[in-house]
């Protein structure tokens, strides 16, 4: 019974606490690979940048170079806290698929984080579809009837998946499949 009454106090709260079930947090992210000019003295590096989005928050961006005070995990763990991220609140992580960029999200809020490839990524990864079957097409197959049947379904796919149709992208790819 007293539980029940902290719960509902706290629920009615314009200062509540208990705020893990909240939206879920998106971070999305990606790195790049400075290159030194060729003959100086310097060496390749790696820079991660960021944005962190939670619903009624402006974004939050963020980036991380090497030979800096504050680690990359500790950048990001700040970088939530400020957007309002408590520890059992849901995150989200996009990125170009870098396991590396989700296992540092992971360790900062030392907890589980939904993965997503994002569009970009994959469209670029039908593209690889797009020309296979170009190839393929071009060829001295004697047979290409299935391939040019599939070709009208390839060549409307990342159209499809950029501009976020994902039940006809879904559709298109099983029946290039099958």
Same mark, same amino acid.
């Given at each position: ?55 009624? @928050? ?23 806290? !400020? ?5 059992? @609140? ?28 994002? %569009? ?36 409307? =796919?990342?159209?499809?998946? %950029?501009?976020?149709? !994902? ?5 298109? =790819? ?5």
């Amino acid at each position: 019974m007293l539980f029940r009454s902290i719960e509902a106090h706290d629920n009615a709260s314009p200062h509540r606490m208990s705020r893990a079930r909240a939206t879920p947090i998106t971070v999305s992210m990606d790195g790049a690979y400075i290159r030194a000019l060729p003959g100086y003295q310097t060496r390749h590096f790696e820079v991660t940048i960021g944005r962190i989005d939670a619903d009624g @928050r402006p974004s939050r961006h963020f980036a991380v170079a090497p030979n800096v005070v504050a680690s990359r995990v500790s950048t990001v763990g700040n970088a939530l806290r !400020a957007q309002g991220w408590q520890p059992g @609140r849901e995150v989200i992580v996009l990125s170009d698929g870098d396991p590396a960029l989700a296992g540092t999200v992971r360790s900062a809020v030392r907890g589980p984080v939904k993965h997503i490839l994002d %569009w970009f990524h994959i469209s670029m990864r039908a593209r690889h579809v797009e020309q296979s079957i170009t190839g393929l097409l071009g060829s001295a197959l004697p047979h290409k009837g299935p391939l040019s049947y599939a070709s009208l379904d390839i060549d409307r =796919l990342r159209h499809l998946i %950029w501009n976020g149709y !994902a039940e006809e992208a879904h559709q298109a =790819l099983r029946r290039v499949a099958y």
